[in-house]
């Protein structure tokens, strides 16, 4: 008998290919883009940097930062067609199926989407850093029945979102978290969106394919829309004294605890602690200080039971409904951060291009003979 192959289901453990995008090292915690930690980033750098660095490799110098937003900034506008197609989207329909629609359409207004070289690729992906938060600000207002928010140019990418959502920018302590939460979640190796995306351009499709790919891909709650369910986890326990309860029934009844557990981190998620201390920050700033009493509660009773780690979501969410922001914007926010690491990959991908396309063993029957039709009982 042949040697049965191994099968590695759900790619546990495979090592695809090469990146120099960023390294996730479970054994001791640790995130780097780069070479530089995630943490280092979060603390040092805006946002801007920061796609600067996933893209380019280097840091920007003050020079070309500047270029860069002034570029970034100048693209933020939609066409009036897309407008349109955002005010006619179903107003109940999730705003991450928003985008999926919204960034497959600009695909469709591109005049040459096809055309591979890097360069082109780049540009194209400054254009959706540009303007998904501009889709995401009409979509928010329209669905609550208020007039479209055009973008500013003075103002930094996570100011912009506030602007273009709520028509003001909030404290710079808000602001600051918010883009903390956009370094952290901006690039994490060949996590399942990250894949998708490459996966897509692999047959030379376009780089809007594999975006629009990869948003489908986080939408799931055991990718990026874990944060949002966190968030409604969190307000189903709704109170500090019952979190531990709460948690202990959850896991007699087999519960998946939304916001715990990694396929690659096993001993905890090295971008926790800096979410964590902005989540923190924000329930200072708001007075809402039940939500992390709730979450540590939460942590150390899974810890405790479980062995089980939470991970970033588990932070962002809380903090991002501290800052007043719609439960179902949580993963279009994250959407707004990592398009810059799936562009950085499948810009990496086309360069060094070859398609992926895994074996499957074969489970189903033996080989029989086709029963024409007008035989088949
Ligand atoms: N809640 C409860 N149990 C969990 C858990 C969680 N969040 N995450 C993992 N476990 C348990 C599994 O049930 C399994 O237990 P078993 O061995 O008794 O069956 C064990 O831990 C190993 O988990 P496994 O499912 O093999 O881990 P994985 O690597 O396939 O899954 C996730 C990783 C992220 C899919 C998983 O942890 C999960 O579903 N987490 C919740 C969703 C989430 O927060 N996603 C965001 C990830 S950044």
């Known amino acids: 008998m042949a040697d049965e192959p191994i099968i590695h289901r759900g790619l ?12 996730v090292m479970p054994e001791i915690n640790a995130l780097v883009y780069s070479g ?41 506008e939609l066409s009036a067609d897309l407008l349109a197609v955002i005010h006619k989207a179903p107003r109940r329909g999730h705003p991450m199926d928003l985008l999926r629609t919204a960034v497959s359409f600009l695909g469709m207004e591109d005049p040459a989407p096809e055309q591979e070289d890097a360069l082109k690729n780049l540009q194209r992906s400054i254009g959706l850093l540009a303007k998904i938060p501009t889709m995401l600000g009409a979509f928010y207002r329209a669905r609550k029945g208020q007039d479209f928010i055009a973008p500013r140019k003075d103002l930094s990418i996570s100011e912009n979102f506030f602007h273009v ?14 883009d903390v939460s956009l370094v952290l979640y901006a690039e994490h190796g060949f996590n399942a969106s990250t894949f998708t995306g490459r996966v897509v351009v692999s047959t030379l499709s376009d780089l809007y394919s594999g975006v629009t790919a990869a948003i489908g891909s986080l939408k799931g709650p055991l990718h990026g829309g874990a944060n949002e369910a966190v968030m409604r986890m969190l307000l189903e326990i709704g109170d500090p004294a019952r979190a531990r309860a709460w948690m202990l029934a959850a896991l007699a009844e087999k519960r998946k605890i939304m916001g715990f557990g990694h396929r690659v981190y096993k001993k905890g998620d090295s971008r926790c602690p800096t979410m964590r201390k902005y989540a923190v920050q924000m329930a200072d700033l708001t007075g809402q200080t039940k939500w992390m009493e709730m979450c540590d509660i939460l942590n150390d009773t899974m810890i405790q ?13 809380p903090a991002y409904h501290m800052m007043g922001i719609d439960i179902d914007m949580f993963t279009p926010i994250f959407v707004m951060a990592r398009v810059t690491g799936w ?21 189903g029957p033996g080989e029989r003979k086709v029963v024409p039709l007008i035989q088949r009982a």
Do not use: M
């Not at 546990?12 to 390294?23: E, L, M, W």
């Not at 930690?37 to 110098?61: I, M, R, S, T, Y």
């Not at 562009?343 to 489970?363: C, K, M």
């Open 36 to 76: 530089y930690p995630v943490q280092d980033l979060a603390e040092h750098c805006k946002f801007e940097e920061v796609a600067w660095l996933l893209w380019h490799g280097e840091l920007p110098n003050a020079e070309q930062l500047a270029a860069f937003e002034v570029e970034e900034r100048g693209q933020r």
């Open 12 to 23: 546990d453990g495979v090592v695809v290919d090469t990146t120099r995008i960023s390294k």
């Open 305 to 317: 039971q479980k062995g089980i780690y939470p991970n970033l979501d588990f932070y962002s969410g």
């Open 165 to 178: 959502c709520f028509g003001r920018v909030p404290a710079p302590e808000v602001v600051r978290a918010f």
């Open 343 to 363: 562009t950085a990959h499948i810009i990496e991908q086309l360069g060094a291009n070859r398609l992926i396309r895994p074996l499957s063993q074969y489970t």
